[in-house]
């Protein structure tokens, strides 16, 4: 037979369950298909293959749709409050270790300056101007670790209760 007879064939079954044929086509198909049977095992084939997608549709629930999108909604609206806050601690820092610097010499003439009248020793009052240095950014650091620690809970929350 020639291989043109089973391209259209081929095509026409393609086309059957996609677009639809002609009457007439259909009936050239249904009679070459009556005589060859390379092209009544593709028609086969592709019969099955639509009834496997057709018995596998997967419907979902509208209300688990809306659940999350409400998630993904509420997610993003932290993470640019977040981003914000974030910004300004940051800003903050910013402005605290220009402070810090500025005052520095001030700082350190009233440190000496009550340690002299206190007699204490020079490490004593040393240390506590090293100590007024140190506990701003102490501060900032447990402040970031204990919001770390909230979002690592917040992302466990989120997993566990999907
Ligand atoms: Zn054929």
Redo the contacts with the bound molecule.
């Keep these: 037979?020639n291989p043109e007879?089973?391209e259209r064939?081929c095509r026409l079954i393609d086309a059957w369950h996609v677009e639809g044929i002609s009457a007439p086509e259909g009936e050239w198909l249904d009679a070459?298909l009556a005589e060859?049977t390379?092209?009544r095992g593709r028609a086969r084939a592709n019969e099955r293959v639509l009834q496997a997608l057709r018995s596998n549709t997967v419907t979902v629930d509208p209300a688990l749709v809306s659940r999350t999108q409400a998630r993904v909604r509420l997610r993003s609206r932290e993470l640019r409050e977040n981003q914000v806050r974030m910004r300004a601690l940051w800003i903050s820092c910013a402005l605290s270790w220009v402070l810090g610097v500025a005052s520095a010499p001030l700082v350190w003439r009233a440190f000496q300056w009550v340690g002299l009248r206190a007699a204490l020793p020079n490490l004593v009052w040393k240390t506590a101007f090293a100590l007024w240095w140190l506990l701003p950014a102490g501060a900032v650091a447990a402040l970031l670790a204990r919001q770390r620690r909230h979002a690592a809970n917040q992302d466990g929350y989120t997993t566990l209760h999907r």
Excluded: K
Aim: charged content about 0%; glycine content about 0%.
């Design positions: 037979m007879v089973h064939a070459h060859c390379a092209c």
